[in-house]
């Protein structure tokens, strides 16, 4: 099946640090979803993105649609200690279904 | 508005029981689905439900039923438990994106 390599796996870095992580894909999708997860809690989205070469910004965070349709990378500037947590990169092909393929997270910690 | 309601939060079971996942929903969304999380690895999609009394296989549906008898409702039944079912499950539901619930933490033992 389809499959998304998400990197890094983890980050440590320092508040105020900018943030960059990325997804690959072997095979194209129509939309690109970045999610993120506090513990114990369902994911939840930051930014959708519908269109090939799309730039969405949503505060302090910014995310791509790769040119390809196979790639993505989501930045996350200023970074603060409520940044900490699990973001995980979702692939989203069209249909009735909409079915999405996540990536295996990135998993942020900010030191203060 | 709740959103996407799971229950129970968690749950411990025994090699062969069996459960039944809760799921509901209050937005009136067509589309539900159920994923499992496994340590360090992204959602892997179990089965799906495109509205009521339609309901299909994801990556990995093996050892799980479910129904859609309801537009609100979403169950999620294991029959015999096994240690590999170990895992957190998460219900979602969409019209365009996907609103999740907060996971039902299930260990077999």
């Not at chain 1, 200023?78 to 940044?83: E, G, L, Q, R």
């Not at chain 2, 159920?34 to 549906?61: H, N």
């Amino acid at each position: 099946g389809q499959q998304l390599n998400q990197s890094p796996q983890s980050m440590f870095i320092q508040e105020g640090e900018d943030v960059s992580m990325n997804c690959t894909s072997s095979s194209i999708f129509n939309t690109w979803l970045w999610y993120k997860q506090d513990p114990g809690e369902g994911p939840v989205l930051l930014i959708a993105l519908y269109k090939a070469g799309e730039l969405t910004s949503n505060g302090r965070l910014t995310a791509q649609f790769g040119i390809t349709r196979k790639d993505s990378f989501l930045n996350i500037s200023a970074s603060i200690p409520s940044d900490v947590g699990i973001y995980f990169c979702a692939g989203q092909n069209g249909g009735s279904q909409g079915n999405l393929i996540f990536g295996k997270g990135t998993k942020l910690s900010v030191k203060p | 508005n709740a959103g996407v309601t799971q229950t129970p939060k968690f749950r411990i079971l025994k090699i062969g029981q069996s459960m039944t996942l809760q799921c509901t929903q209050d937005m009136n969304h067509n589309y539900m689905y159920w994923y499992r999380q496994d340590p360090g690895m992204g959602l892997k999609l179990i089965y799906y439900s495109v509205g009521a009394g339609i309901t299909d296989k994801g990556e990995v549906p093996n050892g799980y039923n479910v129904s859609r008898s309801t537009t609100e409702d979403f169950p999620l039944r294991l029959e015999l438990a096994a240690p590999s079912q170990t895992s957190v499950y998460f219900c979602a539901s969409r019209r365009q994106d996907y609103t999740f619930g907060s996971g039902t933490r299930l260990t077999v033992v």
